[in-house]
């Protein structure tokens, strides 16, 4: 035991002070936090003002198109060519010109000129504004009240809620794109830690050092200390980064969400009103947050994911997946010269992964199908679709199988490593095949 324990303490020190460990340790964080700050950033709709010229020569804009808190319109009859040659030097950043023709089809016609670019959250409210009144033109046209149809449209919000085993509710962030990232982690994580346990047998070997440490410590025990060893490397990295990422996360809420979840708890607080006094309410009084919905439902989809479960279940399956690919690793390791005559045994130990990081893509569309379920019970994908489905909400049984089975499964392939490692470690200047490693596994 004691030799294996200094092999362990010889991988962890080799590796924990590598320029390349602490710059992935820091890295990794700051990207997480990166991405997440992305998706609220881009759910958020765009907030440059803009001072808007309009040149309507339908003459049916007038009146009937209006700006909001950040867009404000100015008509005016003057030729289109003067507006657009003098706009900028009036404080104007954009100059809409709306076609003559625009109610007969002339739509494509209609032109917004501008120095720099308006954003697409503009663009897209000046163009559903104006497809609006349009419409409510034609129908006036064909004697139909607008308010007739305007009144049938309800938009329907559904909120999710998962009905537990004992017949309790319980809201689910059915965050699938997080759940899919943190799959796409794992299978990153599991084939980096199993290659470096792979190189660093077979650099062990080609420079023969080998020779040297087994005959102080039997193969079995060199490769054991070598697996644990860089498995606890890993558990200290992701705890450390973890901690970074909630820090991170911590302040970037702090500093810059603040506003929108002051906002976020207004909204909720009077949604609570609103199913509580129903029509009664005065809903006049109540205050619009029409263009912060999007980013609402990030903040609350988010909020709901519970960041223990995840980082105590990716640490699991971390240890579980890493131990059973990095066996295989070592496996091969022992087996090969040279890092071209492993691409043999390299690739099908890759497909599995493969298959496991294509099935993590499903949860986001079906995280409850019968490909997804037994994707995360197989030991061969499990850590992998597991991770992608622990935001959807997975029942705890289906957690303790699916581990029971990967540690299991790595107790076994372990075994089978170990009887392969034994005899290819040692074994120089001879090309390996599928059908030696056969071989090799039925030596006494």
């Known amino acids: 035991m004691n030799k294996i324990l200094l092999i362990i303490g010889r991988e962890i020190k080799s590796k924990l002070y590598n320029r390349t460990f602490i710059i ?21 709709s765009e907030k440059k003002d803009q001072k808007v010229l309009v040149i309507d020569e339908s003459q049916l804009f007038k009146g009937n198109l209006a700006g909001n808190d950040y867009i404000s319109l100015s008509f005016s009859d003057e030729p289109l060519d003067a507006a657009v040659n003098t706009f900028s030097d009036r404080e104007f950043t954009c100059v809409l010109w709306i076609a003559p023709n625009i109610v007969e089809g002339g739509a494509g016609a209609s032109t917004l000129f501008y120095r720099k670019s308006p954003g697409y959250a503009f663009q897209t409210y000046i163009k559903s504004q104006m497809e609006k009144i349009i419409y409510e033109y034609n129908l006036k046209a064909n004697n139909i009240d607008p308010n007739v149809i305007h009144n049938s449209k309800m938009r329907v919000q559904l909120m999710l809620e998962k009905v537990n085993e004992k017949g309790g509710t319980e809201e689910q962030s059915n965050f699938g794109f997080f759940g899919f990232i943190t799959g796409a982690l794992m299978f990153m994580f599991i084939l980096m830690y199993g290659m470096m346990v792979f190189r660093s047998v077979m650099e062990e070997k080609t420079n023969r050092i080998v020779e040297v440490i087994v005959s102080s410590v039997k ?15 890993g558990v200290i990295q992701f705890v450390m980064m973890g901690l970074i ?20 708890r207004a909204f909720e607080a009077q949604q609570e009103l609103v199913k509580k006094h129903g029509t009664n309410i005065n809903l006049q009084s109540l205050e619009k947050f029409d263009d912060k919905l999007k980013v609402f439902e990030v903040i609350q989809k988010i909020e709901k994911i519970d960041f223990a479960e995840v980082f105590i279940c990716f640490v699991l399956y971390f240890i579980g997946g890493y131990l059973f690919y990095s066996s295989i690793m070592a496996a091969i390791g022992s087996a090969v010269d040279s890092e071209s005559d492993s691409q043999q045994f390299i690739t099908p130990v890759m497909i599995p992964l493969m298959v496991g990081y294509f099935i993590s893509t499903k949860t986001m569309i079906d995280p409850d199908s019968s490909l997804v379920f037994w994707g995360s019970i197989i030991p061969f994908t499990s850590p992998i679709v597991m991770m992608s489905r622990i935001t959807s909400g997975v029942p705890l049984w289906e957690i303790m199988v699916s581990l029971s089975l990967l540690f299991a499964s790595f107790v076994l392939m372990t075994w089978l490593a170990g009887k392969i490692y034994r005899t290819g470690i ?9 059908r030696e490693i056969g071989k090799w596994l039925f030596y006494k």
Do not use: R
């Not at 990422?245 to 976020?264: A, D, G, I, R, W």
């Open 219 to 233: 193969p079995f025990q060199l490769m054991l200390g070598k697996i644990i060893g860089v498995a606890v490397l």
């Open 426 to 434: 040692l074994m120089y200047g001879k090309k390996t095949s599928w």
């Open 245 to 264: 990422t909630l820090v991170l996360t911590t302040l970037l809420s702090t500093l810059f969400l603040k506003e929108v979840k002051t906002q976020l």
């Open 24 to 44: 992935m340790t820091l890295l990794a964080p700051l990207l997480i936090t990166g991405f997440m700050a992305f998706l609220i950033t881009i759910s958020q």
